[in-house]
Each structure stands twice: as structure tokens, then as C-alpha cells.
């Protein structure tokens, strides 16, 4: 359009310049001239096919590269969700145990016939990773690690419920020894009596005279002893594994009510009860751990028994009198 206006412009300046050097009849010529040209001039703009809008809007769109608008095209996507956390699941409460006793053996198996492995103290906790058959014994785990097997009996169960849905070992350790039996140890017979003769020698009178002869004494048979009371004594000591066996080798049956058994080095005395038979041999735990495994318990919680230095196990009476030391 701009470019319309000034060819008008140009036109109308040539127009008045021929004007003016013309004469008086020349201007009375160009006069109408000059009108008409005008008229032709306007009435072509008019007429002349204007530049579409969206031609001028084309020559006015940016000249960015196409790598630039397709930052912008990126720009304008629709952000992508983000994953919303799914709420943490609460973890199970672990079945853990813990120590009811001063100290408490740890050993490789189930049972009182296995190895000791080590020694826990009271209060101490551990995870049980299972349990026995009988549930009687746990194996324990300490972040992670597997310690040994434990009694049941000497720990208190802190979950109850979760020690309740541990599964039984998968695998039981053999025992390296044979377990305790308390059958009773077999006594030799007493010698039979025996009969002793007594032979009179033959005596001779001087001067010579008839002789006299000897004379036989018939034998004299002797009474077999009277039954001696029953005497009870300690045939075995084992330190490692707690426990004293003790036997009757008199022939008639002992009340142990009264009787002790001590541990002389820490003076640990355990009191005795039962009747023990002729021959019979009776296994006394020290440990609350060996309740199930028979013969009579001493309840305690901690070894009494001194494994380094000399303790011997002192058996006294009734009355308080030392009857068997070993």
C-alpha cells in the first residue's frame, strides 16, 4: 500500500511541474489531463489484489530454525506423571528371644548330648531361626548369623505369636555322643562262704606207752555277713556337660532327702531327694536347661562346675557327713 501512495506522489509532482512550465494553453490542456490520469491511477489501486492476510502474516513468522521451534513443540508437551510412592507394607514383628538366666549354654544341636558352643549371658536377645520337633529347643541367629541351639526353658519368649509360626529345622546335626542311661550298673556276686577245719595234732606220753590217736574236730561252718545298709557313692563326674552320676552299691534302697551334692570350688550345693535303689545308678543335672533328658535336676542357671581348675563334686549324708568325694 505504501508503495501505491508514493506513485501517486511521484505522479502528482511530475503532473505540477509540466503544469507550471507549460503556457497558458498548455495548462488549460493538462489541466483535465492531469484529472483523468488521477482518476485511472485511483481506480487501478482499487481494483489490484491485495496480499492475503495470512500471506503477510507468513512473511511476518519468525525465521527461528527448525531445531529451535522443536525445543518449543517439546517445550509444550504434556509432562509425563510422576509415579506416586506406594506406601511401605509394615514389616512383621521377628520372633526373638530372650536369655531368662544368668548364663545359658549354646550348643551346636538340639539336645544335651551335643557340643557346647558358646555361652550366653542374661538378657541377651536372639532372633529363633527355627526349633526342634518338640519345640523344645531353638536355634538362634544374631543379625544374621546363625549361634547354636538353645532350651526353650531357660529363655523368655519376647513374641510369642511370631516364634509360634517358626517352622521346624530343616536339618538336625547328628550328636557326637550317645545320650545318658540310667541303667543300673551291674555288682560282682559276694564271694560264698567258706568253711573252714580246724585239725587237733596227734600228742605222744613218754615214757612209751599206747599212743593216742588223733582225733578229728568236725568243720565249723561260718554265718554269711549280714546285709550291710546301703552305701551310696560317686562313680562319675562330667564338667563339661554338667552332671554326676551317683550309685547304690549297698543292698537295700537310700532316701536322698537331706543328702547334698556340692560343687567345692564356688560351694553351689544341690539339694537331693528320692529314693535310691540297690544297684541303681542316678544321673544329677546341674543344668535347668537338661530338664527333659531324665534322672534328677539341680535347677541351676549357670555352670557350676569349674572345667580349668580342680572342683571336685563332694556327696554329703543326711546327717552332714561327707560320704563320697571325687
Not at 606220753?205 to 560317686?234: D, F, K, L, R, Y
Not at 535347677?299 to 581348675?309: A, L, T
Request: aromatic fraction near 6%; glycine fraction near 8%; charge should be negative.
Amino acid at each position: 500500500m505504501q508503495s501505491i501512495f508514493n506513485t501517486i506522489d511521484r505522479t502528482i509532482n511530475w503532473y505540477l511541474k509540466q503544469f507550471r512550465r507549460s503556457g497558458p494553453r498548455g495548462k488549460v490542456a493538462m489541466g483535465p489531463g492531469m484529472i483523468i490520469g488521477l482518476c485511472v491511477l485511483l481506480i487501478s489501486c482499487t481494483f489490484s489484489d491485495p496480499a492475503p492476510e495470512s500471506e503477510s502474516a507468513a512473511e511476518t513468522t519468525d525465521n527461528r530454525s527448525s531445531s529451535e521451534v522443536a525445543e518449543v513443540v517439546e517445550s509444550t508437551e504434556t509432562p509425563s506423571p510422576t509415579n506416586t510412592p506406594r506406601p511401605t507394607a509394615t514389616s512383621e514383628p521377628k520372633p526373638l528371644i530372650e536369655i531368662a538366666v544368668n548364663s545359658a549354654n549354646i550348643r551346636s544341636g538340639p539336645g544335651q548330648a551335643y557340643d557346647r558352643e558358646g555361652i550366653a549371658s542374661g538378657g541377651e536377645q536372639f532372633e529363633v531361626l527355627a526349633t526342634d520337633e518338640t519345640a523344645s529347643w531353638y536355634l538362634i541367629g544374631d543379625n544374621g548369623r546363625t549361634v547354636g541351639w538353645i532350651a526353650a526353658s531357660i529363655v523368655t519368649p519376647i513374641n510369642p505369636d511370631a516364634i509360634n509360626q517358626v517352622t521346624v529345622a530343616a536339618t538336625i546335626p547328628a550328636s557326637s555322643e550317645v545320650g545318658p542311661t540310667n541303667s543300673p550298673a551291674t555288682v560282682p556276686p559276694a564271694p560264698a562262704p567258706t568253711t573252714a577245719v580246724a585239725n587237733v595234732p596227734s600228742t605222744a606220753t613218754s615214757p612209751p606207752a599206747p599212743t593216742t590217736a588223733a582225733t578229728s574236730v568236725p568243720p565249723t561252718a561260718t554265718n554269711p555277713p549280714a546285709p550291710q545298709p546301703g552305701e551310696v557313692v560317686i562313680i562319675g563326674v562330667n564338667k563339661q556337660d554338667e552332671f554326676v552320676d551317683l550309685q547304690n552299691t549297698g543292698s537295700s534302697p537310700v532316701d536322698l532327702a537331706g543328702w547334698r551334692l556340692v560343687s567345692e570350688k564356688g560351694n553351689q550345693e544341690c539339694p537331693l531327694s528320692g529314693v535310691l535303689q540297690p544297684n541303681a545308678t542316678l544321673r544329677v543335672w546341674a543344668m535347668a536347661e537338661n530338664s527333659a533328658n531324665g534322672g534328677f535336676n539341680c535347677g541351676f542357671g549357670s555352670n557350676i562346675w569349674n572345667n580349668s581348675d580342680s572342683d571336685p563334686a563332694v556327696l554329703y549324708n543326711a546327717s552332714g557327713v561327707e560320704v563320697s568325694r571325687r
